[in-house]
């Protein structure tokens, strides 16, 4: 057993720094590949299995509750007439769109890299959290111009007690979903990341949505429910709310076309990373930097050093990549060593990036 234990210590890459570590110590001259220090990969499967089982257990206990409530409606014999009500259970529906495409995505992003995509299908996470978000804001958009013409013509009835026991289960369910979706992890750690995945948190956001649109519809159901003739708070709550679900995307679609356009993820600034690259010994200046992210918490970075003695390139390499996987969480990390001769200050690449 202390064996099998012994083997299987050795292959983490936490035992592989240990052993690079001991080898300085004492000398000797260790076996270096480029990504011994980065601990990604283990990162990236486990973030995918927790957003998998999250989304599978979120998907049941919505098609559970979408079941339900056809089934109450029946028994019932009618619909509440309530278009707060209707917008719920359209949400609801969305809501588990939503869980599936994010589930698609997670299967898509799990392929190994081609040759055409060398990256791998890191970016279908992105892709399916983006149709998540167009799909709430075309729902939300539905739902406010219903809103109006029942402000414009308010000639509807309206069963307030199936419309108070309908919105007091939704507010219940939603806020177990929000539970069960959202994402928990480290804090902050010298730029480390938290296991950040964007079909969850897309799936995340679609269910905090429906809270705010339940609490909407428990609120004018409790008003309509004690004052009939004040039916005109179901609309009103219905676009009001519609406006605090639209809110809950911003952050999230920001993030998103942050990462579409190769941007600089959170917890990487451009400053911080350069001064950690010029504190290894014998690095004189860094250019053509540049940090972006795959998806959330997948960032990769590639950057041209130049050096006063280009004799000992290799190990200024493993210093420079120790020094950054020590301190952030990257994806990749592919470093240029130059000598410091060849540098050619108006190179319009080797330009600083501007604030």
């Known amino acids: 057993t202390k064996g099998l234990e012994k083997d299987w210590l050795v292959g983490t890459p936490a035992a592989r720094w240990r052993q690079q570590q001991e080898a300085e110590v ?14 990604a990969y283990e990162n990236r499967q486990r973030e995918q299995h927790q957003a998998r089982r999250k989304l ?31 917008s719920d259970a359209a949400h609801i529906l969305v809501d588990l769109t939503g869980f599936l495409i994010s589930l698609l995505s997670l299967c898509l992003t799990s392929k190994p890299p081609t040759k055409q995509c060398t990256f791998g299908w890191h970016r279908a996470e992105i892709l399916g959290a ?89 609120i004018s159901a409790l008003i309509i429910f004690f004052k009939p003739q004040y039916k005109i708070a179901d609309p009103i709550c219905t676009f009001v709310f519609s406006i605090f679900v639209l809110a809950t995307t911003i952050t999230i679609l920001r993030d998103i076309l942050t990462i579409l356009m190769e941007g600089t993820s959170k917890g990487f600034a451009y400053d911080a990373v350069k001064a950690r690259i010029l504190t290894v010994e014998k690095v004189e200046s860094v250019h053509d930097l540049h940090v972006w992210a795959l998806t959330m918490n997948q960032t990769a ?29 990257f994806h990749s990390v592919t470093i240029q060593i130059e000598s410091g001769q060849d540098q050619k200050p108006d190179c319009v690449f080797c330009q600083e990036p501007r604030d």
């Open 26 to 39: 004492t000398g000797a001259n260790p076996a270096y590949h480029c990504h011994s220090y980065s601990q």
């Open 56 to 86: 599978c257990v979120a998907s049941v206990i919505c098609t559970f509750f979408m079941i339900a409530e056809i089934t109450g409606k029946y028994v019932c014999g009618h619909i509440a007439g309530s278009l707060a009500v209707l």
């Open 130 to 218: 983006l149709m998540s978000m167009i799909i709430v804001w075309m729902v939300t958009g539905v739902l406010i111009y219903l809103a109006c013409m029942r402000l414009l013509h308010p000639d509807y009835d309206i069963d307030a007690t199936v419309m108070l026991i309908t919105s007091a289960c939704a507010v219940l369910t939603n806020i177990l979903l929000s539970l069960i979706l959202h994402q928990t992890g480290p804090g902050h750690n010298h730029g480390a990341q938290a296991l950040s995945n964007a079909s969850l948190q897309a799936a995340f956001v679609h269910a905090i949505g429906d809270l705010f649109q339940s609490i909407s519809v428990l």
């Open 301 to 329: 970075l590639s950057a041209h050093i130049a050096t006063a003695d280009s004799t000992d390139s290799q190990k200024i390499l493993r210093d420079v990549t120790q020094a950054l996987f020590e301190q952030y969480s």
